[in-house]
């Protein structure tokens, strides 16, 4: 079995554990007990209403996001390169249309009824404290939108405090 060690939360930053410029996947469970994943790279880590926090953006086609909705809590998972592939194709393929998470070859573990990965590097499981979807008139440079948003699908800002962090020993 794997085993992971308790960080604490203040000891933490993005560099830590080389988590920048990485692939991570958002994970969350429905009331029904379904999980979901899907893989990221955009988001950032920093300090909001003196809570440790992070900033996680989801399209709103993204099924993940019923998932997220649906719960208080979820997790960021990060990853060895040598599970690149796993990310890539969970990045790809909408566990609408399958059951990714088993076709990758993953196995799902929770702390506090939080899923996460066994597989992970390190896990960091958060609390919802805001969302608020992205406003195409917020912009103040606007080919930003041409370039990222040419469908208009604005992604979902999640702002969520850090309640846990376990890292592979």
């Given at each position: ?7 604490d939360?203040k000891?933490?930053?993005?560099d830590?554990f080389?988590l920048?410029?990485k692939?991570?996947?958002v994970?969350?469970?429905k ?5 979901n994943?899907?893989?990221?790279s955009?988001?950032?880590?920093g ?6 926090v992070v ?21 960021l998972t ?6 690149l592939?796993?990310?890539s194709?969970l ?12 076709k ?6 929770f ?6 990965f066994?597989?992970a ?5 958060v609390?919802?404290l ?13 080919d930003?939108i ?9 992604h ?5 405090e ?8």
């Open positions: 079995m794997t085993s992971f060690e308790k960080i939360i000891d933490f930053t993005p830590s080389g920048k410029h692939w991570m996947l994970t969350a469970s009331p029904d007990g379904t999980v994943t899907m893989t990221a955009w988001g950032g880590y300090v909001m209403w003196n809570k440790e900033f996680v953006v989801i399209r709103p086609q993204r099924y993940t996001r019923e998932f997220v909705e649906s719960t208080e809590s979820f997790s990060f990853f060895d390169k040598k599970y592939k796993d990310l194709y990045g790809k393929v909408s566990g609408r249309d399958e059951d990714k998470i088993s990758a070859g993953l196995n799902i573990a702390d506090k009824n939080i899923p996460y066994m597989e590097e390190t896990a960091i499981f609390k919802k805001f969302v608020q979807r992205i406003q195409e008139d917020a912009f103040l440079e606007k930003i041409e370039r990222w948003y040419p469908e208009k699908d604005f979902y800002l999640y702002i969520a850090v309640t846990n962090i376990l890292k592979r020993k």
